[in-house]
């Protein structure tokens, strides 16, 4: 019955209000029941036992296997017809009897569709009242004698199986109006639809009753009557429910299609979903972004967002042809909300967008215009440009040519982002850019549409960025890109006419001391003064540019290139080696100037490349001077970029080996150490001398990659001979540091890391710099020097005597070895000053606890003397030239040999 399938959806949001309803409904009629229990009534017209007891298992069966209840017109639509049983049962059984099948049915019930304990408690309280009240109203018609089955016995059951239905609807419905906080009579009311389908199964129950009881197999005869009907009742409202859920299905679809705003969309989408699917409530949701009751009948899209149907009407599961149904509303909610949202973005980005939109029909007539266009020509509101012919609402011209839109409509003409200018009612102009496209119905012009855009600031803003992208942003002097596009011009003109030109490359001298000293404010500011210098020296025929931070490149035609450039040369030099006053300092700079005169069928390459090789050659020179780029010059530097690159493939492929020149004992010639020394032999057995790529690779910084490679491999070559040789002397290897390596931040921990990584230990490496590099940055290099003899290192000063320190500077290098350049070496015991030299150097070293080496020893008679003057060792060669790693074991060997034979002998 439909009460019964109601009570399976009340809400549970408030399960202590609901509780405590049930609890209240289920007292009362279990107090029913007893009362009837305690005060039988007489009643039951006489059965065979066997319809007794099909009809008490009908009830319970009919419990058992809910059926799916049909929405229409807001009722609820039972096709079992459960109503008919209680015409017989009401005449079959006593009043005292009824609630305990009622009970049982009820209970049977709610297990087999796994209720709630509070429903289950509400749908046996609620049913056991109904019957009570049914009974009672049964009794009051048909009287109390019910020995024989008569028209009033027939009239009670009837009666009393509507007021049983009645009772249990008004119970649940009031029940779900209280817990959802609804309209209790909305809720309640009862269609006259659904009290005549009650009737008319009261009259079927009983016409059953008469079959049942006027003979003993007369059950059979009412079971197929109300099969019968039954499935006669059912097929019909199944059929008129089909074709109910597609009107309304068509109505919603119509409906949503129909509708362009969103909050209507959802709406209608909802409304129709709690309408075609029988639920209490149905929500739009975000794919992911709350959880679904799992109760719920949701539809995902891939618009992201779910259709949810909840608080199903009837107990059981979803089925497929609601889940059908669902899915294909929610697909026409997408359509329309997809459709709704376009057009919103249209119709936000139409009103939004800075361009604009004019549109116009076959005979010129604006029939739409957007705010940007309302502002473009100078209108008060849309509604002043609608109906105005198109040719005097906008008013523009090509080139000084008036355009006809209309006649462009008629010629179908397609203009894409064209440039055109706007004449406005009061004599103004506006540089514009549009596109015209044509309409067309059946071949025939329809209208046009116009997309109109300001580019006034656009074209002002182009000219700024080709100005600043051809310039440079601190100077305002070309950039290297528009001199080198000047200079392709000049070059293409000199290979027609034959002329010659001139390029000056000016290279500042030492202006990363400016800027390390002053800021870079201040650097700044003197680059300003300098262009500001070369303007007035350039004519405003030639061009001038600053090709990088301190470099700039000035450009000279029409001139005698010779006289003209060397003059103009000079004139810099003089006006740019005067002060410069920044920032109350005062700052001098000086320049070095290369020229290079270009011949034709010179390219730009060539040109720059011969200008800065004489910018080049005037640094080297000495700074402050001027030269002539030459071939000599050019092809030097050619050779220098190619061993450049040569030196790069052998860093790479392991190309370079190392040397080890024996350090010794000056009286007794054993072995006190070893330097290694850097070799570059390429393939072919050319041997590069290291006075050609030492300083090559100091200059392009690759000094600090090769310094690396020869700090590891000589500790890995080291480690490997004291460990083969455990009962011989270790030795000490010695390794040269360049200044760009001691200028390292992280040198101590990058030279401990490789003696970890080579296992070698500390005291058996020493680190030769020279005292150059040292004064270079004497205060964080004397820091570097620190680090590196705390983590063990030997610190040792090369080439000493041939710097700028003095003897007394000894005192404050933290440094454990003195090697004497070999210049001293050289005229020792021969030229008096070289003498007297070393023996001062000598004295000092020995006073100030430094270990001295003298270097470069190839005679007899510098090594009697070097004895003689006490230098503790000694190394050239006298005792052995620099030896691949095969011949110093050989040479360690037969050493060790020598020394075994002394000590025997």
Known sequence: ????????????????????????????????????????????VPSPPLVVASLAGL???????????????????????????????????????????????????????????????????????????GALACYAVSGPDVSELNWRHLLGAMTGTVVITLVSRAAVTSVIAFETRSSYNSTVRIPKEQILAWVGASFLGGSAAVLLFIDDWGFLLAAALVAFVQRAYSAQLRES?????????????????????????????????????GARTAYLSLAGAEPIPASALVVE???????????????GSWTAPERETLTALAGVGEDALRAAELITELQTITDAQTEAVVAFDADGGVTFANPAAVRLLRAKSATDLLGLPINEACMMADGGEALDLLTMLKRGEV?????????????????????????????DPAGAVMVIRDVSERRAFQEALTYRALHDELTGLPNRRLFLDRLDEVLARSARDGSHHAVIFVDLDRFKLVNDSFGHL??????????????????????????????????????????????LSEQMLGELRMPYLIAGH???????????????????????????????????????????????????SRVRLEMESRLRDALENEQLSLRFQPIVDTKTRELAGLEALVRWEQVGGVTVLPSEFIPLAEDTGLIVFLGRWVLEEACRITHRWNVNHPGREPIVISVNLSALQLAQPRLAQE???????????????????????????????????????????????????????????????????????????????????????????????????????????????????????????????LIAPPMRADEFERYWDSLHKSELRALEG
């Open 59 to 133: 009830l319970v069966l009919s419990h058992l296997i809910p059926r799916r209840l049909i929405t229409m017109g807001g009722s609820v639509e039972s096709i079992t017809l459960d109503e008919v049983l209680f015409v017989p049962l009401l005449l079959a059984f006593a009043p005292g009897e009824l609630p305990l099948i009622a009970v049982a049915a009820s209970v049977a019930g709610s297990i087999a569709v796994r209720r709630p304990p509070i429903k289950a408690v509400f749908n046996c309280g609620q049913l056991v009242l109904s019957v009570c009240v």
């Open 415 to 443: 203009v894409q982002d064209s440039d055109a200018t706007m004449y406005g009612h009061r004599g103004t102009r506006i540089e514009v850019a549009y596109s015209f496209s044509p309409l067309t119905t059946d071949d």
């Open 522 to 567: 201040v650097g700044d500011q003197l680059l300003i003064q300098i262009s500001d210098r070369l303007k007035r020296l350039v004519s405003t025929s030639d061009t001038m540019a600053r090709l990088s931070g301190d470099e700039f490149v000035i450009l000279l035609e029409h001139v005698d290139v010779n006289r003209d450039s060397l003059d």
């Open 586 to 636: 005062t700052v001098f700079l000086t320049v070095s100037i290369g020229v290079a005169v270009t011949a034709p069928g010179d390219t730009r390459d060539d040109v720059m490349l011969a200008a800065d090789t004489a910018a080049y050659a005037a640094k080297s020179a000495g700074r402050n001077c001027i030269r002539f780029a030459t071939q000599e010059l050019v092809d030097a």
């Open 301 to 315: 899209t891939q618009a992201g967002f779910r259709l949810v149907a909840d608080l199903r009407a009837g107990p």
């Open 1 to 44: 019955m439909p009460g019964r399938h109601r009570g399976a959806v009340i809400s549970t949001r408030s399960k202590r209000q609901l509780a405590f309803v049930s609890l209240i409904v289920c007292a009362i009629g279990l107090t029913f029941a007893y009362l009837l229990a305690r005060n039988p009534l007489p009643g039951g």
């Open 241 to 277: 429910t089909g074709r109910l859920r597609a009107e309304r299905l068509q109505r919603a679809t119509s409906e949503l299609r129909a509708t362009h705003e969103r909050p209507a969309i959802e709406s209608t989408l909802t409304k129709a979903a709690r309408e075609l699917v």
């Open 751 to 877: 030279v401990l890391e490789v003696l970890h990584r080579t296992s070698l230990p500390p005291q058996h490496l020493c680190l030769e710099i020279t005292e150059t590099a040292v004064l270079s940055d004497t205060e964080a290099h004397l820091q570097t020097l620190r680090e590196l003899r705390d983590i063990g290192v030997s610190v040792a000063v090369d080439d000493f005597g041939t710097g700028y320190s003095s003897l007394a500077y000894l005192r404050s290098l933290p440094v454990d070895v003195v090697k004497l350049d070999s210049a001293f070496i050289a005229g020792l015991g021969q030229d008096m000053v070289d003498t007297q030299i070393v023996a001062a150097v000598l004295r000092l070293c020995k006073a100030l606890g430094r270990r001295t080496v003298a270097e470069g020893v190839e005679t007899e008679l510098q090594w009697r003397t070097l004895t003689r003057m006490g230098c503790p060792s000694m190394q050239g060669y």
